[in-house]
T-cell receptor, first 115, second 114 residues
Framework: DSGVTQTPKHLITATGQRVTLRCSPR?????VYWYQQSLDQGLQFLIQ???????AKGNILERFSAQQFPDLHSELNLSSLELGDSALYFC??????????????FGPGTRLTVL | DQQVKQNSPSLSVQEGRISILNCDYT??????FLWYKKYPAEGPTFLIS???IKDKNEDGRFTVFLNKSAKHLSLHIVPSQPGDSAVYFC?????????????WGAGTKLIIKP
């Protein structure tokens, strides 16, 4: 158990809809990262927050947005969903903001299926 | 454009033998490399890392080798155990234009046969 929790575990929705994925980082970790893993692909970095502020942005679509709240949990909002958004979405946390060298602790992921 | 490539989607190894997982990268500015391990229904977990100032890093049964001239790294697991069966991801970081975030390979599924 990494100490990172993600809800829900599974989500099935229709095209055009909007969903919110939630992540609670490990106790004491200030950074939260969101990743997307499509079938047979590596993890694609979406976005990083550090202590409530956006720290780095990766290949995140404009239809997607995220935020980190004062209690350090984070939410990833996906809107106008398309079939191609079906994927595993992972949240990770790390103690500091160094997204490249900090060890990242991953949650179990949310599997999103868009029908 | 895949900057980090794991060309073997899967690898099968006999228990007790050596497992060698390979990773190639294209960006010569990458200077830090990590291996993560992922079991089904779980998120990846950190395994071992190496900085570009080294060519080898060892942690118990796990050794990572870095060949900068070939832009190649490998993870050796000796001896392989059934619990090593998992998907292994290689990741790299450095001045890649992506805000010093990790760039991940697609993963190699390692199967340890009893």
């Amino acid at each position: 158990d990494s100490g990172v929790t993600q809800t829900p575990k599974h989500l099935i929705t229709a095209t055009g809809q909007r969903v919110t994925l939630r992540c609670s980082p490990r106790s004491g970790d200030l950074s939260v990262y969101w990743y997307q893993q499509s079938l047979d692909q590596g993890l694609q970095f979406l976005i990083q927050y550090y202590n409530g502020e956006e720290r780095a942005k990766g290949n995140i679509l404009e239809r997607f947005s995220a935020q980190q709240f004062p209690d350090l949990h984070s939410e990833l909002n996906l809107s106008s969903l398309e079939l191609g958004d079906s994927a595993l979405y992972f949240c990770a946390s790390s103690p500091l903001g160094a997204g490249d060298t900090d060890t990242q602790y991953f949650g179990p992921g949310t599997r999103l299926t868009v029908l | 454009d895949q900057q980090v490539k794991q060309n073997s989607p899967s690898l099968s190894v006999q228990e007790g033998r050596i497992s060698i997982l390979n990773c190639d990268y294209t960006n010569s500015m990458f200077d830090y490399f990590l291996w993560y391990k992922k079991y089904p229904a779980e998120g990846p977990t950190f395994l071992i890392s190496i900085s570009s100032i080294k060519d080898k890093n060892e942690d118990g049964r796990f050794t990572v080798f870095l060949n900068k001239s070939a832009k190649h790294l490998s993870l050796h697991i000796v001896p392989s155990q059934p619990g090593d069966s998992a998907v292994y991801f290689c990741a790299a970081s450095g001045e890649s234009g992506s805000n010093y975030q990790l760039i991940w390979g697609a993963g190699t599924k390692l199967i340890i046969k009893p």
